[in-house]
């Protein structure tokens, strides 16, 4: 059975960094795309940066420059390094797993992703 979870998540103020984790179980995942998405307090969830083999990641415009994905095969874990922390970062991330080694790291719909763990908060204080 497929287990995702997530942990890093806190409170910050703004300017401030979280690392978070997602530590998945369950079966080999190195060969296909993992991402985060984050779901803030009355809006869709929305794609956060995906990652796919070591160096191929993708991030939405919003995150560029100030969170980094990353990846250790070798422990089925995904990191999302998250610095600069803005208030409108807060959200609850999740951590996802490509539905087959199909998905590309552009890969942001929802959709595309069928293993979700159970989401960390993350709040920014202005």
């Known amino acids: 059975q497929v287990q995702l979870v997530e942990s890093g998540g806190g409170l910050v103020q703004a300017g401030g960094s979280l690392r978070l984790s997602c530590a998945a179980s369950g079966g080999t995942f190195s060969h296909y795309a993992m991402a985060w998405f984050r779901r803030a307090p009355g809006q869709e969830r929305e794609f956060v940066a995906a990652i796919r083999w070591f160096s191929n990641t993708y991030y939405t415009d919003s995150v560029k420059g100030r969170f980094t994905i990353s990846r250790d095969n070798a422990k089925n874990t995904v990191f999302l390094q998250m610095n600069n922390l803005k208030p409108e970062d807060t959200a609850v991330y999740y951590c996802?797993?490509?539905?087959?080694?199909?998905?590309?790291?552009?890969?942001?719909?929802?959709?595309?992703?069928?293993?979700w763990g159970q989401g960390t908060q993350v709040t920014v204080s202005s």
């Open positions: 996802a797993v490509g539905a087959s080694t199909n998905v590309e790291v552009t890969s942001t719909k929802s959709s595309q992703y069928n293993y």
